[in-house]
């Protein structure tokens, strides 16, 4: 089963780079929010996304959107890795059960045990306003996340 546009997005809680419990139901009402997940931490491509997300934090973390990143690593490695990069959006782990979340949204890989890079925009009302899947390992195109932003509003 895959998560497509329309549908409601899948609640969760998982834990970020400081231990700390995100709940994606949180932020219904108040932001829409750019849900990445992405294989590894630590990797070319995957560094390359997520340094993209910091780097115009502006337009993916302001009163607006929220972006928060999921891969099936642990905790102390986002901790590590957000540290090292500057990262000061969520990573989130969705370690156990190994890739339940990235599962429920479609985009878990069985054979390798990784999520697949996966973006899902959530709107204020829950509605996943819009989707991308891209193969490992080929990067993203975030300009399609920011015109899917600007087409709800929320930029």
């Not at 949180?26 to 829409?32: E, L």
């Amino acid at each position: 089963m895959s998560v497509q546009l329309g549908d409601e997005a899948p609640d969760f809680e998982l834990k970020d780079q400081t231990n700390q419990p995100v709940r994606l139901s949180d932020y219904r009402g108040k932001k829409h929010v750019v849900v990445v997940f992405y294989p590894l931490s630590f990797t070319g491509v995957c560094e390359g996304e997520m340094c993209q997300i910091r780097d115009s934090i502006e337009t993916f973390r302001n009163d607006e959107v929220e972006t928060i990143a999921i891969s099936c690593d642990a905790p102390p490695t986002h901790a590590r890795w957000a540290h090292e990069q500057g990262f000061e959006f969520p990573l989130l782990s969705d370690f156990w059960p190994h890739g339940e979340v990235a599962r429920t949204y479609g985009v878990f890989d069985d054979a390798v045990g990784l999520a697949l890079r996966g973006t899902f925009i959530v709107g204020k009302d829950g509605t996943v306003v819009y989707t991308d899947r891209n193969p490992v390992p080929e990067a993203r195109d975030q300009q399609a996340w920011k015109t899917a932003l600007k087409e709800i509003g929320a930029l």
